[in-house]
């Protein structure tokens, strides 16, 4: 379309190949420029183009944009040069082309003398919304996350569940491995069979053949009654191999074959037993150099890792940190404690700056312990466990400091872990959001 504000063909070349949608109004609403983005991401025909910004009709975005600004305490938001841009969302579409929008507007300056133009950029939320949808189903599962990487992994998790695949979790001690193999199998179409776990590395070296295999009668001494092995028990459903690189060596060959074949004779039995069994395994250790030194057989390796996914530990996703603390919190709540105990600004830093090598469940453990050392319902970075309070004393740079470029930066680094959102990174810098807000625009960042 032809365009009839001053845009550099530059910008214009960047626009026309951005996902993002970009539509520049006049105040009053005509519009001057749009890009194929918006476009398609406003879903109407080249043949009829936008010309008006009420045309993007289905979204009723005066009243969209009144209720925002209203939330924002915008509602006088057209009288100031800046500062003035609302965001909010919206679904387009029906059925399969139903769509989520975020909209990110606001009045902006076109220079001396020009009249002032409306600014409109339109993201694609439709995936995001998607995976908050699923975890919002698997809710039994009280998976919680707004981590980019765990919701890719989430949706990687989604798309494989319906294959019978072999799906091998990796990631450090308590980041979610069981919970994400137990979300497999619910969103599988083995959910209403038996999810069975066993822990490799909780049963003695001697047992685990009759533990996973089961054994007849007398197969050994004190085997009194035979017994079905977790094998059988998981027939048609999922069996969930925790800690795999457990499994002694000299075990390994038989696992093979039981999961290649789906058979296996139990100890004392030469008749085998047919199963039908998907197998999930989990590991925090790395179980590929495992394999390289010697103690991991290579074949099984790759039968178990059909599907290997590894879980980010908690250390590189701080933004998590907020949401699965409210998250236990109120699973406390559910458990008896005392209701509107609030995490304290301090604390939130100390725990976003501490590396967990338990990940979320020591996190879990953290909460729980500031819930029952902190005084008057709020938890402070004083009844927090030793360990955490260890670290911050040892670490912890002053986030406050008055130079400028140490700030910058500061803020800069703040924003990158906090994953883009600024209520959590004013809570990682210790200030308030607005605060944030005025140094980001004082140092260039918005
Ligand atoms: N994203 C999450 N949301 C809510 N709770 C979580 C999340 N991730 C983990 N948890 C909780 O943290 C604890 C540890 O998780 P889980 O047992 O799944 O970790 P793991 O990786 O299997 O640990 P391990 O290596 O010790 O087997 C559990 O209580 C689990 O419910
Ligand atoms: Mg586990």
């Not at 949608?21 to 025909?45: D, I, M, S, T, W």
């Not at 294959?163 to 091998?168: I, K, N, P, T």
């Not at 406390?332 to 301090?346: A, M």
């Amino acid at each position: 379309m032809e365009t009839k504000c001053d845009l550099f063909p530059l910008l214009e070349m960047v626009m026309s190949n951005m996902d993002e949608g970009v539509v520049v109004a006049e105040h009053k609403g005509q519009v001057l420029y749009y890009n194929p983005a918006a476009r398609e991401l406003l879903g109407f025909k080249e043949e009829e183009p936008l010309t008006d910004m009420k045309g993007i009709g289905a979204i009723k975005l005066q009243k969209e944009l009144l209720r925002a600004a209203l939330d924002a305490g915008e509602h006088d938001a057209a009288s100031r040069p800046s500062g003035n841009f609302v965001r909010f969302g919206s679904e387009i579409g029906t059925g399969n082309d139903r769509r989520y929008l975020e909209f990110y507007t606001g009045i902006v300056d076109a220079g001396e003398g020009k009249e002032r133009l409306r600014l409109l950029l339109i993201m694609d939320r439709t995936e995001k919304k998607r995976l908050e949808a699923v975890l919002s189903r698997s809710n039994g599962e009280g998976l919680v996350t707004k981590d980019p990487r765990m919701l890719e992994l989430i949706g990687r998790i989604e798309q494989i569940a319906q294959s019978s695949a072999f799906v091998l979790l990796q990631g450090e001690s308590g980041t979610g491995k069981t919970q994400l193999g137990r979300m497999l199998h619910t969103l599988s179409q083995r959910a209403r069979q038996p999810f069975i776990e066993v822990n490799c590395a909780a049963i003695p070296d001697t047992l685990i053949e009759s533990e996973l295999f089961g054994h007849v009668k007398g197969a050994f001494t004190g085997a009194t009654q035979g017994r079905p092995g977790r094998f059988q028990s998981a027939h048609k459903g999922t069996l969930f191999l925790d800690e795999v690189s457990e499994i002694p060596i000299n075990l390994q060959a038989k696992l093979l074959r039981a999961i290649q074949d789906q058979e296996f004779e139990p100890v004392g039995s030469d008749k085998s037993v047919q199963v039908d069994v998907r197998v999930i395994s989990a590991s925090n250790r790395n179980l590929r150099e495992l394999v390289e030194d010697g103690g991991f057989r290579a074949d099984l390796y790759y039968r178990l890792a059909v599907i290997p996914l590894t879980v980010p530990p908690l250390r590189e996703r701080p933004g998590d940190i907020p949401l699965l603390c409210d998250h236990f919190l109120r699973q406390l709540r559910r458990r008896g404690y005392p209701e509107e105990v609030q995490i304290g600004r301090d604390a939130l830093r100390v725990m976003m700056d501490y590396p967990w090598p338990g990940n979320v469940r020591e996190l879990e453990n953290a909460v729980e312990h500031g819930v029952i050392c902190g005084l008057d319902h709020l938890i402070t970075a004083d009844s927090l466990p030793q360990d955490i309070r260890l670290h911050a004393a040892e670490v912890a740079p002053p986030l406050t400091s008055t130079d400028g470029i140490d700030e910058r930066d500061r803020i800069i680094d703040a924003m990158r872990r906090a994953t883009g959102s600024r209520a959590v990174a004013a809570g990682l810098l210790g200030i308030d959001r607005s605060t944030l807000w005025r140094r980001m625009r004082k140092y260039g960042l918005s």
